[in-house]
C-alpha cells in the first residue's frame, strides 16, 4: 500500500552532478559559461561598444538587433 521512497546517497548525488550538461562555452570577457556557442556569441556582443543598432524613428541605439526589432513592434502602438 505505501511505497517507502529511498533517500539518494552522496554517491548517487554525485554521479547525477557528473552526468549534467556541461557548459562548453565560455566568455572570454566576463568568464560567464553557456552550453551553447550561439548563445555566448550573442552574450560577447553586450561586452563590444562598436556594435549598435540604431531606430531610424527615435534615434535610440541597441546593442542587440533583436531588441531593436522589439522596440519598432512596440513603437507601432506607442509613439518613441
Known amino acids: 500500500m505505501f511505497a517507502i521512497m529511498q533517500l539518494e546517497t552522496d554517491e548517487r548525488r554525485e554521479f ?25 556569441m550573442i552574450h560577447e556582443r553586450s561586452h563590444k561598444d562598436d556594435i549598435t543598432f540604431t531606430c531610424d524613428i527615435c534615434g535610440k541605439t541597441f546593442k542587440r538587433q533583436d531588441n531593436l526589432k522589439q522596440h519598432r513592434f512596440r513603437g507601432q502602438s506607442i509613439p518613441c
Do not use: A, G, H, I
Request: charged residues 40%; glycine residues 0%.
Open 16 to 40: 547525477r552532478r557528473k552526468m549534467r550538461s556541461k557548459c562548453d562555452f565560455v566568455c572570454k570577457f566576463c568568464q560567464r559559461r553557456f552550453t551553447k556557442s550561439y548563445n555566448l
